[in-house]
């Protein structure tokens, strides 16, 4: 298991249960034997007052001692062996978490991603930078959703589409420092090229989001390297939904 896989094992786990299922997941054999043994402290009581015609000349202390020495490792036998199913069972159902708990997690990674958006020395309050960070929120919600697919070639395919986002955005924040300095903050109406930038980062950040979408809908399907070829095609719809934006020739 590689690093990536680990990760991915570890991100899968955190999607449900709670402290003591992800206890269990992790040493149930161990907690099921502790709590094995501690059963038999209570057995080993009920001995001590009833030793029957063995124990009748010993002390209840010395039959409660017998009792511990005897019960508690088969306790702990017993307990152990039931407990190793139980992890497993646990942890099997804790790396496989339902649709809605994916997205549910996919969608609380993207609003991680998107609470610190730097705007690159643009005016935080102003248009253009609004429109930058809502381009920059989906390419970051769109590499939340490429951290949650397994290793294979349909996530490598996904990063490749990830760094064509990454370049278009780059492009989107030059358009952006270019609107506003022909179109501060404050200032009137825009000028015909200000109008026409701002329409490119308009049409940019729908693409942007309806990329971001889509590849979260295509990595609920994709689960294991075959499943790659059948969605080859949409995949291919997936990068040429992508805004390629660096074929504007504004500005330059």
Aim: neutral net charge; aromatic residues 6%.
């Amino acid at each position: 298991m590689n690093r990536n896989r680990r990760d991915d094992w570890r991100v899968r786990m955190k999607l449900r249960g709670g402290p003591v299922s992800h206890t269990v997941a992790r040493m149930g054999w161990l907690v099921f034997a502790a709590v094995g043994a501690v059963a038999m402290i209570g057995v080993a009581a009920l001995y001590a007052a009833n030793p029957g015609e063995r124990g009748a000349d010993n002390s209840t202390a010395a039959n409660f001692a017998a009792g511990l020495i005897v019960m508690m490792p088969i306790g702990a036998l017993i307990g152990a062996l039931l407990g190793l199913p139980a992890q497993f069972a646990v942890r099997t159902w804790l790396r496989n978490p339902s649709v809605a708990e994916r997205e549910a997690a996919r969608e609380a990674e993207a609003a991680r991603a998107r609470q610190h958006i730097p705007v690159h020395g643009l005016h935080t309050s102003g248009r253009w930078a609004r429109s930058y960070r809502t381009c920059a929120r989906s390419v970051a919600a769109y590499h939340s959703v490429v951290a949650t697919l397994p290793d294979g070639a349909g996530r490598d395919w996904f990063a490749g589409i990830g760094e064509t986002l990454d370049d278009d955005l780059s492009e989107a924040l030059r358009l952006a420092r270019l609107g506003e300095s022909l179109a501060p903050p404050g200032s009137g109406e825009l000028g015909e090229t200000a109008s026409q930038v701002l329409d490119l980062l308009r049409v940019a950040e729908k693409s942007f989001a309806e990329t971001t979408e889509r590849a979260a809908a295509i990595a609920l399907e994709l689960r294991e390297d075959s499943d790659f070829v059948r969605v080859r095609a949409q995949l291919d719809m997936l990068a040429e939904q992508a805004p390629h934006l660096r074929g504007s020739d504004v500005g330059e």
